[in-house]
């Protein structure tokens, strides 16, 4: 039997890198899945190549920011499986923080910094206003939320990105204390840098690369490994951490280098 055999997982964020294979790996592992995104051609794509290979999942469109359509995901898997086992808050707005210019607090742009708080804090804590009911029905869950090493120290870039994460590094705290008793555990990965195993090596990297105690970038599936583990049974005992993903980036002290990778 399979380590997720019967549970129902919700996965935000879906149609990403880290989204899609952690969705795979969640029905891999048994689960029956419910996708959700913004992004509803290459959803549906995921899901239905999910579906090609006898896995149960489902896409729902969805924007993290509203409260009408967050509950209409989780009604969604209800009604479609049952309730709510796991909830894999993945979505972010990663490429908002590139895009729109989020550096320091002196040339801050407060609609980007409102955004990005409603994508990165809002709709994670709407995700689990809505499902910790259903897993408190069904006995417990397991809430995974998708934090950021920025969040852990400063800098002088990514500022209104930082802070929303540090929001759900605290919201993760908050729900693991409040849950745990009904049976509800939740943890956050803090990611360093994570890429697609295929993608070309960028010299942009390698400074990051140095400092990294394994010698390489992240990739989605090593998230996907954590989530998994952390949804499962193997975890009951890990609540309420912020567990850095980021290949030892946070581990040393600024002064080291990894030669190795250099």
């Given at each position: 039997?399979?380590?997720?055999?019967?549970?129902?997982?919700?996965?935000?964020?879906?149609?990403?890198?880290?989204?899609?294979?952690?969705?795979?790996?969640?029905?891999?592992?048994?689960?029956?899945?419910?996708?959700?995104?913004?992004?509803?051609?290459?959803?549906?794509?995921?899901?239905?190549?999910?579906?090609?290979?006898?896995?149960?999942?489902?896409?729902?469109?969805?924007?993290?920011?509203?409260?009408?359509?967050?509950?209409?995901?989780?009604?969604?898997?209800?009604?479609?499986?049952?309730?709510?086992?796991?909830?894999?808050?993945?979505?972010?707005?990663?490429?908002?923080?590139?895009?729109?210019?989020?550096?320091?607090?002196?040339?801050?742009n407060v609609e980007?910094?409102?955004?990005?708080?409603?994508?990165?804090?809002?709709?994670?804590?709407?995700?689990?206003?809505?499902?910790?009911?259903?897993?408190?029905?069904?006995?417990?869950?397991?809430?995974?939320?998708?934090?950021?090493?920025?969040?852990?120290?400063?800098?002088?870039?990514?500022?209104?990105?930082?802070?929303?994460?540090?929001?759900?590094?605290t919201l993760t705290?908050?729900?693991?204390?409040?849950?745990?008793?009904?049976?509800?555990?939740?943890?956050?990965?803090?990611?360093?840098?994570?890429?697609?195993?295929?993608?070309?090596?960028?010299?942009?990297?390698?400074?990051?690369?140095?400092?990294?105690?394994?010698?390489?970038?992240?990739?989605?599936?090593?998230?996907?490994?954590?989530?998994?583990?952390?949804?499962?049974?193997?975890?009951?005992?890990?609540?309420?951490?912020?567990?850095?993903?980021?290949?030892?980036?946070?581990?040393?002290?600024?002064?080291?280098?990894?030669?190795?990778?250099?």
């Amino acid at each position: 039997m399979k380590e997720l055999e019967g549970k129902v997982a919700i996965v935000t964020g879906a149609a990403g890198n880290i989204g899609s294979v952690t969705a795979a790996a969640l029905a891999e592992a048994g689960a029956k899945v419910v996708l959700t995104d913004v992004a509803e051609q290459r959803l549906k794509e995921i899901a239905s190549g999910l579906q090609s290979q006898g896995f149960e999942a489902i896409a729902v469109v969805a924007d993290i920011m509203s409260e009408e359509q967050v509950k209409a995901v989780i009604d969604a898997a209800i009604s479609t499986y049952g309730g709510v086992d796991i909830l894999d808050n993945n979505a972010g707005g990663t490429m908002l923080t590139v895009t729109e210019g989020d550096r320091d607090v002196t040339t801050m742009n407060v609609e980007l910094w409102d955004k990005l708080m409603a994508v990165n804090l809002r709709g994670p804590m709407l995700f689990c206003k809505y499902c910790v009911p259903s897993m408190v029905a069904r006995g417990g869950g397991s809430i995974i939320n998708i934090s950021s090493g920025t969040s852990l120290a400063g800098n002088d870039a990514n500022t209104a990105y930082a802070c929303s994460k540090g929001g759900l590094n605290t919201l993760t705290k908050y729900v693991a204390t409040a849950h745990g008793s009904q049976g509800v555990r939740c943890n956050a990965l803090a990611l360093g840098i994570v890429v697609p195993e295929d993608m070309p090596p960028m010299d942009a990297l390698k400074p990051y690369v140095a400092h990294k105690l394994v010698g390489r970038t992240g990739y989605p599936s090593d998230i996907a490994n954590m989530v998994v583990f952390l949804a499962s049974g193997r975890s009951a005992f890990i609540t309420g951490q912020v567990i850095s993903v980021d290949g030892g980036f946070f581990a040393h002290q600024p002064t080291f280098t990894n030669k190795v990778a250099e």
